[in-house]
């Protein structure tokens, strides 16, 4: 792609954006009329696009416009986790993920849920003592059931166990893990689907893009809960990428390689971060792999769906984690679309 070709669909993708966000009105707005979203052209594929979202952000107007426009599935970034949900032992609040909840049932969007077990963003009442694994295992029970059951009928799907390995291919040293032992997933995706037995239940995790010993050891895991007739409807791969680390050139193969065993695969939490400042030729390297990203998902016929790590670069999370690193969403800080919002636009069909 041509930075000229890149400037001029800029422009155009930039008019959308800010009609949707209110800003632009007259002959643009109209144009803007005709334009179909991400989750539109999605849908044509019989796909979702979704975005992350906050509480936070929830208060800027112009930025729940482009969400409720573009996107037919939202993630809760932080409000359905465990610090957020059960702050004190039995003491439950639900506001954070209601609120979200709500938004997207205004917007006629459906909601991934996340995250039901995870080793980070825990309470300290649960990790400042030590558990015998009758105590863990019941204190684990309560927790899942009772929050999946407080939003059954109103998510479309679970992040049940998020980040169970390591980058080897063994179990991440957790919590979990350490009182539990490796049967702790199993045990959770029971508990979650008694507790709501519509939802789609997923195991979600970072860097299984491409296959490898990470990706191999959910290949290998799946496998032994499929023979056990442990409910698992599917496999997110979160798609954390950075430019500085190459593209995941097997994504495609390891997405049908998980389909091949019943199950459906989703892009969970897409991101492509790079070495700040931006320039025109890394802008243009990150279109290019967020239609890589998108093209691969189309091209497997069981992932269902792409989501983003929130839209717009105001929001990431990256710049907070990576020193020096950002510029990682569609839309830029100002909420205007990037090179990558055109890519995937036209990656989608657009």
Not at 16 to 33: D, I, K, N, R
Not at 92 to 121: C, M, P, Y
Not at 327 to 333: I, K, T
Request: proline share 5%; aromatic share 10%.
């Amino acid at each position: 792609m041509s930075r000229t070709t890149v400037r001029l669909r800029f422009a155009g993708a930039l008019a959308a954006t800010l009609v949707a966000a209110g800003v632009a009105t007259g002959p643009a707005a109209q144009a803007h009329e005709r334009t179909p979203g991400l989750a539109d052209l999605a849908h044509r594929h019989g796909r979702y696009f979704g975005s992350a979202t906050d509480n936070p952000e929830l208060t800027d107007s112009a930025y729940t416009k482009i969400l409720g426009s573009e996107f037919d599935m939202i993630t809760p970034g932080n409000g359905m986790k465990w610090e957020n949900t059960e702050p004190q032992q039995g003491v439950f609040d639900w506001s954070k993920g209601d609120e979200i909840v709500k938004l997207a049932r205004a917007n006629h969007q459906k909601v991934r849920a996340h995250t039901l077990v995870w080793h980070n963003q825990l309470p300290a009442w649960l990790t400042s003592r030590d558990w015998t694994p009758a105590e863990l295992r019941a204190v684990l029970k309560k927790h899942i059931t009772t929050e999946v059951r407080h939003y059954r009928g109103k998510v479309y799907s679970w992040d049940v166990v998020n980040e169970a390995f390591n980058e080897d291919g063994t179990y991440r040293d957790t919590i979990w893990y350490r009182t539990l032992g490796p049967g702790y997933i199993a045990d959770a995706l029971r508990w979650a689907h008694e507790a709501d037995p519509h939802a789609k239940l997923y195991l979600n995790d970072y860097n299984i893009e491409a296959v490898g010993p990470k990706s191999d050891a959910y290949y290998n895991l799946v496998k032994q809960l499929k023979a056990e007739h442990v409910p698992l409807d599917g496999v997110g791969f979160q798609a954390h990428l950075a430019l500085q680390y190459g593209y995941p050139t097997t994504i495609e193969d390891n997405l049908r390689r998980f389909s091949r065993l019943g199950l459906d695969t989703a892009l969970t939490e897409v991101d492509v971060r790079m070495q700040l400042p931006a320039t025109d030729d890394k802008l243009a390297e990150q279109a290019t792999w967020y239609a890589d990203l998108t093209k691969a998902c189309l091209a497997v016929q069981r992932c269902v769906g792409v989501t983003v790590w929130d839209f717009t670069d105001k929001y990431s999370w990256i710049p907070g984690v990576f020193a020096g690193e950002g510029a990682a969403l569609p839309w830029d800080e100002q909420l205007r679309p990037k090179p990558a919002y055109q890519a995937l636009h036209d990656a989608l069909g657009g």
